[in-house]
């Protein structure tokens, strides 16, 4: 089903068939970090060939991160009976707009929800005259890369990145990412379509 943006503010809501996707509200923020530490445990299996632990993806957003978000609205929610149970949270730079991070509740996996969330974020680019979406993901986990092309990502060599993408490779690098598991993915964003009366 595709989505449906709601006539009165393009930037909140898209709503689905059991769900909608909003921008995320203060009371939800509690719920971030849950979704994200449920989410990271799907990497298990691949700590080991990845050079990570688990523990470092759990906590990935503090909470300062997501009030700042929040506030400055670049963080939506995916939400059913007002319960939150996935999230995307963005960094508008100056040469693109940026996935932080984006999760969704395994038991809500393959519902189109982690799509939504991305054309959510997409839309929230183009009010802010954005023209692409960029973002960092794991190059060896099977359903990563083969997910975000689904969505309209390419990858983008390391040769074509901005100044300010290989400053966040080199950031996530200090972190604990191993810059040779990543890679960095852009989408180029259309035109939003003129809004009918």
Request: aromatic share 10%; with cysteine; hydrophobic share 45%.
């Amino acid at each position: 089903m595709q989505p449906i943006f709601a006539s009165y503010d393009p930037l909140a809501v898209i709503i689905l068939s059991n769900y909608i996707v909003r921008l995320a509200k203060e009371a939800d923020l509690v719920h971030i970090p849950v979704i994200e530490a449920r989410a990271a445990r799907q990497f298990e299996p691949y700590a080991t060939e990845l050079e990570i632990s688990v523990d470092l993806l759990s906590g990935l957003t503090p909470m300062t991160f997501l009030k700042r978000a929040q506030a400055e609205k670049r963080i939506w929610v995916a939400a059913i009976e007002a319960q939150p149970v996935g999230f995307i949270v963005a960094k508008f730079l100056l040469e693109s707009c940026f996935i932080v991070e984006l999760d969704v509740l395994p038991d809500y996996g393959r519902r189109g929800i982690g799509s939504a969330l991305i054309e959510a974020c997409c839309e929230g680019a183009r009010l802010r005259n954005h023209t692409q979406i960029t973002l960092t993901t794991f190059r060896y986990v099977p359903w990563n890369i083969p997910f975000y092309r689904q969505c309209g990502f390419e990858i983008l060599p390391p040769e074509r990145c901005s100044r300010e993408l290989k400053a966040i490779v080199e950031h996530e690098a200090r972190y604990g990412f191993v810059q040779k598991h990543r890679v960095v993915m852009r989408r180029l964003l259309s035109k939003r379509a003129e809004r009918r009366e």
